[in-house]
């Protein structure tokens, strides 16, 4: 059962304006959560994380927001640049088995910048 | 950029041969995983490993095993591959050297082997 769910497969925002991606998850348990940008052919690249005890992430044109209550989590991306075209993983961490913490991810949503 | 790759890049191979993918990081790092990405799936947790010989089953662990013999080397074993398991594997890493108990979540990724079987 998919714990973390990132409902929209695709967005396309021209350059210069917000990118805003959206997460949902289920889990109460989760308390700390990221966000993964990937381009084709190589592997995921940490953006940005919260913790639960905040409300708001910012580094640089990357802002995540955490809304516990709603259980849901935003990345917002100002001005989105070209480069910024790229597959999208939201991820919550959980803890599991013996002393370990994983991520449970979204299927991802493709974002494409046009200029 | 973490100190993480994954060998092979790329493999053929048929229904019912063994096959190893084998990570191996530099950062010293105390838990490494094993994913597997597939469309419509996003990325889903194989095995991971929290220390030398200590490593536990994800999420999709069935017909895969895994070993952990040193702290940098971490390998996925498909004893005999069938073609659901054609997929794109990343190996991913977290954690320092720190104290146990220590919490550290933000995971880095490999490049990912691309494995095909037919």
């Known amino acids: 059962d998919q714990q973390v769910k990132q409902n929209s497969p695709s967005l396309s925002v021209q350059e210069g304006r917000i990118s805003i991606l959206n997460c949902d998850y289920t889990?109460?348990?989760?308390?700390?959560f990221l966000w993964y940008k990937k381009y084709p052919a190589e592997g995921p690249t940490f953006l940005i994380s919260?913790?639960?005890?905040?409300d708001k992430n910012e580094d640089g044109r990357f802002t995540v927001f955490l809304n516990k209550s709603a259980k849901h989590l935003s990345l917002h991306i100002v001005p989105s640049q070209p480069g910024d075209s790229a597959v999208y993983f939201c991820?919550?961490?959980?803890?599991?088995?013996?002393?370990?913490?994983?991520?449970?991810f979204g299927k991802g949503t493709s974002l494409l910048v046009t200029p | 950029d973490a100190g993480i790759t994954q060998s092979p890049r790329h493999k053929v191979t048929e229904t019912g041969t063994p096959v190893t993918l084998r990570c191996h990081q530099t950062e010293n790092h105390r838990y490494m995983y094993w994913y597997r990405q597939d469309p419509g799936h996003g990325l889903r947790l194989i095995h991971y490993s929290y220390g030398v010989k200590d490593t536990d089953k994800g999420e999709v662990s069935d017909g895969y095993s895994v070993s952990r013999s040193k702290t940098e080397d971490f390998l996925l074993t498909l004893e005999s591959a069938t073609s659901s398991q054609t997929s794109v594997y990343f190996c991913a890493i977290s954690g320092t050297s720190g104290p146990e108990g220590f919490r550290t979540d933000t995971q880095y990724f490999g490049p990912g082997t691309r494995l095909t079987v037919l």
């Open positions: 991820a919550a961490s959980g803890f599991v088995g013996n002393s370990g913490y994983a991520l449970n």
């Open positions: 889990n109460s348990m989760f308390d700390y």
């Open positions: 919260i913790s639960s005890i905040k």
